[in-house]
């Protein structure tokens, strides 16, 4: 394959997808979950210091996202501590779901 058919090959591959708008939506979505782990967050203190009740459901929400994200990242990637950090937020969703389901039965 010389330079010219790898450019029209990659061309057509590529046709329709503009780089700009798809970092844009990348970066977008990032900013999103930081956003609601922000707001879930302050959310979950707010009602352990009022209600003296620690949200089992939305530390379970943030923990079961960001296992998520990072075991995503490490399919793609096959980096090491992305897995790492998949099995501590994976364990951590597991604890918050068992407390929630402790807090569901009382």
């Known amino acids: 394959m010389n330079k010219e058919e790898i ?5 057509l591959e590529n046709r329709g997808m503009d780089m700009v708008n798809l970092e844009v939506s990348r970066n977008s979505m990032q900013v999103g979950w ?3 782990i922000l707001l879930l967050s302050a959310v979950m203190v707010v009602t352990a210091i009022t209600k003296e009740k620690m949200s089992f459901d ?3 929400a943030i923990l079961a996202g960001s ?14 501590h992305e897995l790492v950090f998949t099995i501590l937020y ?3 969703a597991l604890a918050c779901l068992a407390g929630w389901i402790i807090q569901l039965t009382k």
Not at 7 to 11: G, I, M, T, V
Not at 67 to 80: E, I, N, Q, S, T
Request: charged fraction near 20%.
């Open 58 to 60: 939305i530390c379970f």
């Open 90 to 92: 994976g364990l951590g």
């Open 7 to 11: 450019l029209a090959k990659s061309k």
């Open 34 to 36: 930081v956003v609601v």
């Open 67 to 80: 296992a998520a994200v990072f075991g995503y990242k490490y399919m793609k990637l096959h980096k090491r």
